[in-house]
């Protein structure tokens, strides 16, 4: 296994600044998965890891050795890194069988041959496609060239694995199911994973930590549920959850000892605990960011009745049936609102319905810096 240290990596291609002041621990097995918009810096961050790219400042340590200098311009090869990669368009040689692809790099290590076919036999078991390993890439489907993919990337046995994308040509399927078995493969073998995409459920799903990625800056390193539920500032709270987050500027106010936001014609009074905070920061009489994700907000009797103090009437536009949830689609003012209730509701596009937050999970944001006030 691997402990990765990246410290003040900086970045430039031209004049463009891709990486600003980087910094992140990878611990030994971690499944750290990249996220974040195209363009914001995650693919080059595993280039710069893998020496595929030389940073302009910065080091990193691998198992507290200096792999990079850029100070020095210390940069160790890919070859003395211990890892492998596994790449978004596979990579995989043509013109030869699966069993060869996954020998190739075996062979260039000068394994003896029983290693090699043990290892083979290893990744081809492990990745469940024995039956292909004398057929042509050519002769495989996506899911299956991608499955040779990672048993070559696993079979040389690599301290460090690292993804980019992986599954981005994968129907929505074979991405499910592939998400399984590398969540199975990090758990089998130990190895510490660094996983890029853009993709936030493959990110929630596999990832032990998450690092959210903004225009080559680093804006959070959490947990999945922690990201969830204690995002740092606006962009992390838009960017984490499906469907993303609502939000809405609202005007913070005192009425004797409640403390009030005020948006599109509407009064809520904050739970105690989050009044007194803000009124302690010293938002009293400031427009806010309200966030309150869809999940939240309600339409069963039970909850309106038990919550008056957040309930508020809006007209539905769209009703979106998923099965096991509904989406109701309306809008406060200017802001596009999404709440997520139970199937079992009798809201249809066209009509008045009343609403309630749940306001022990709002989320709070300064409106100029855009960091979190209150979670």
Sequence with gaps: MSKIELKHIDKFYGKNHILKDVNLTIEDGDFMTLLGPSGCGKTTTLRVVSGLEKPQNGTI????????????????PPSERDLNL?????????????????AFG???????????DRRIKDALGRMQIGQYVDRYPSELSGGQQQRVAIARAIASEPHLLLMDEPLSNLDAKLRGQMRVEISKLHQRLET???????????????????????????????????????????????????????????????????????FG???????????????????????????????????????????????????????????SEVLLYFDIDEANFTAKVNPRTTARPGDTV???????????????TECVIIN
């Excluded at 340590?61 to 160790?76: L, R, Y």
């Excluded at 225009?215 to 838009?238: I, R, T």
């Excluded at 989050?274 to 009489?285: D, I, R």
Aim: aromatic residues 6%; proline residues 4%.
């Design 61 to 76: 340590h691998m198992d507290g050795k200096e792999i990079v200098n850029a100070a020095e311009a210390h940069f160790a």
């Design 86 to 102: 596994v790449f978004q368009s596979y990579a995989l040689w043509p013109h030869m069988t699966v069993r060869e692809n996954i």
């Design 106 to 116: 075996l062979n260039i290590q000068k394994l003896p041959k029983d290693e090699v």
């Design 192 to 262: 510490t994973i660094i996983y890029v995409t853009h993709d936030q459920t493959e990110a929630m799903t596999l990832g032990t930590r998450i690092v959210v990625m903004k225009d080559g800056v680093v804006q959070q390193v959490d947990s999945p549920q922690n990201l969830y539920d204690k995002p740092c500032n606006k962009f992390v709270a838009g960017f984490i959850g499906a469907p993303q987050m609502n939000m809405i500027d609202a005007q913070v106010a005192k009425n004797g000892s409640d403390v009030t936001l005020a």
């Design 265 to 323: 014609g509407h009064t809520l009074t904050l739970p105690e605990a989050k009044g007194k905070a803000l009124e302690a920061a010293g938002y009293v009489g400031k427009v806010v960011t309200l966030g309150i994700r869809p999940e939240d907000l309600h339409d069963e009797e039970a909850f309106l009745a038990a919550n008056p103090k957040s309930t508020f009437q809006v007209e539905i536009r769209v009703y979106e049936m998923l099965g």
């Design 354 to 368: 009343k609403l309630a937050m749940d306001l022990d999970k709002v989320h709070i944001f300064d409106k100029e």
